[in-house]
């Protein structure tokens, strides 16, 4: 089963950046899709923004969308959503997920993944 883990995530100030990065390994990864999701306190997991592993499609949540943005790495299997322009909602715990297929209009439900991160941190406050 293709494992994931996260990582880069930290303190940063209101209008800072951050780059997320997510490892994938065990598998073949070329037709999958993947995900970030996060968690703030108090509430429940939500969509952040997802990809297919080759970059042929990409969806951005509304809060992603003009701030975030994928890159990739195929040598090291792994992929980089950039996190710009932050704001102090964007706290919280960031996931990284990957499903077996990307799923025209679907990405943006946990159920199309099927391996999941830990988790890393981000805090974004003054």
């Known amino acids: 089963q293709v494992q994931v883990t996260e990582s880069g995530g930290g303190f940063v100030q209101p209008g800072g950046s951050l780059r997320l990065s997510c490892a994938a390994s065990?598998?073949?990864?070329?037709?999958?899709?993947l995900g970030w999701f996060r968690q703030a306190p108090g509430k429940e997991r939500e969509f952040v923004a997802a990809?297919?592993?080759?970059?042929?499609?990409?969806n951005y949540g509304d809060s992603a969308k003009g701030r975030f943005t994928f890159s990739r790495d195929r040598a090291k299997n792994t992929v980089y959503l950039q996190m710009n322009t932050l704001k102090p909602e964007d706290t919280g715990v960031y996931y990284c997920?990957?499903?077996?297929?990307?799923?025209?209009?679907?990405?943006?439900?946990?159920?199309?993944?099927?391996?999941w991160g830990q988790g890393t941190q981000v805090t974004v406050s003054s």
């Open positions: 997920a990957i499903g077996p297929r990307w799923v025209v209009g679907r990405m943006f439900l946990e159920g199309e993944y099927d391996s």
């Open positions: 990809t297919r592993w080759n970059g042929a499609s990409t």
């Open positions: 065990g598998g073949a990864l070329s037709n999958r899709a």
